[in-house]
């Protein structure tokens, strides 16, 4: 006589488990110790089991047992499916750890409107249990902070080689525009080059820590042949004052400002010159939260990128 047991809805993960113990101890008392709930209470489980399945599952004589038939299968196939059982438990657990945590996350300033909000807003949506706390400061502090532990992760601009220990990750790379006042002779035009700015005052960082895209500017112009005239920007405002103030423009990231600024104008910078934003890591960090803000900042890193030519519209925005 075969016996044909279905494991489905009918029967209760938590009674198989209680059966699986008493098969394997031969014994309700000893099986009821072992799962640290009362003899009765085990004794009532089995026979819920078996009204589920209906069908006997033990012969019982006085306080001895035997296993059915179909308590020898449901001893084998139950503990197969309790293995599997538990088996997809971790490793939803695991998932569920590896998305999570609590991440200290530096940003520089320039990054305040553009891929700051666009890498908080992707956490947010694909990484939901990542508990992000961030801060500002300029990229060479961030590096700092980084590699000594005091962040986890830094959003850079323009970086230069990181600290020991520590790898930067793309983002994306911005086309440079050039800051000016609104009233300023160059502000109509629809792009402008480096000879186009030959007579200007280029703005540029008073701090190691800010020189990334300043190094960057000087490097296209002598690169170009011409030898401009530049002056340190005074106020820690990422040239906006200065801007303001006629001391001369900022060849910069556009995403440093908001979308409508009063009494400015950017226009594209031809040839394109790209300006990067890098995500900074520990080499090797292995802590979960770490890892799942990685990844979403890898297809982060993924969109396609403006073409300076094509922007104009929202680039030279004045207010």
């Not at 299968?73 to 438990?89: I, N, P, Q, S």
């Not at 990484?127 to 700092?144: C, F, K, N």
């Not at 005091?150 to 990181?162: G, H, N, Y």
Request: some cysteine; glycine content about 8%; overall charge negative.
């Amino acid at each position: 006589m075969s016996v044909d047991i279905s494991l489905d809805a009918r029967a209760d993960l938590r009674l198989i488990r209680y059966f699986v113990a008493v098969g394997l101890e031969g014994n309700v008392t000893r099986a009821a110790a072992r799962l640290h709930i009362s003899q009765p209470s085990l004794s009532a489980a089995i026979k819920q089991l078996e009204a589920q399945l209906g069908v006997a599952l033990l012969h019982r004589s006085g306080r001895r047992i035997e296993l059915t038939s179909a308590g020898e299968l449901l001893l084998w196939r139950g503990g197969e499916l309790l293995a599997h059982a538990d088996a997809v438990a971790a490793e939803v657990g695991q998932r569920a750890a590896a998305t999570s945590g609590r991440i200290r996350l530096g940003l520089t300033p320039t990054a305040r409107y553009g891929v700051g909000p666009a890498l908080m807003a992707a956490c947010a949506k694909d990484a939901p249990a990542v508990m992000i706390y961030s801060s500002e400061d300029t990229t060479g502090a961030l590096l700092r902070d980084v590699a000594a532990g005091r962040l986890d992760l830094a959003v850079t601009f323009c970086a230069p080689e990181p600290p020991r220990g520590v790898a930067l990750h793309i983002l994306e790379e911005v086309a440079a525009v050039v800051h000016l006042p609104s009233e300023h002779p160059l502000a109509e035009r629809a792009s402008l080059t480096l000879e186009d700015l030959a007579a200007e005052s280029i703005l540029i960082s008073a701090g190691a820590d800010s020189r990334g895209f300043t190094d960057r500017v000087l490097l296209r112009f002598s690169d170009a042949g011409i030898a401009p005239r530049t002056r340190i920007d005074p106020y820690p405002d990422l040239g906006l004052q200065a801007v303001r103030e006629g001391l001369g423009v900022v060849i910069y990231s556009r995403s440093a400002f908001p979308p409508q600024l009063a009494g400015s104008t950017f226009v594209p910078l031809l040839p394109r010159l790209d300006l990067p934003f890098h995500l900074a890591a520990r080499e090797g960090e292995s802590d979960p939260g770490v890892e799942a803000v990685l990844n979403v900042a890898e297809f982060l890193g993924d969109g396609p990128h403006a073409d300076p030519e094509s922007s104009r519209g929202s680039v030279g925005s004045t207010a």
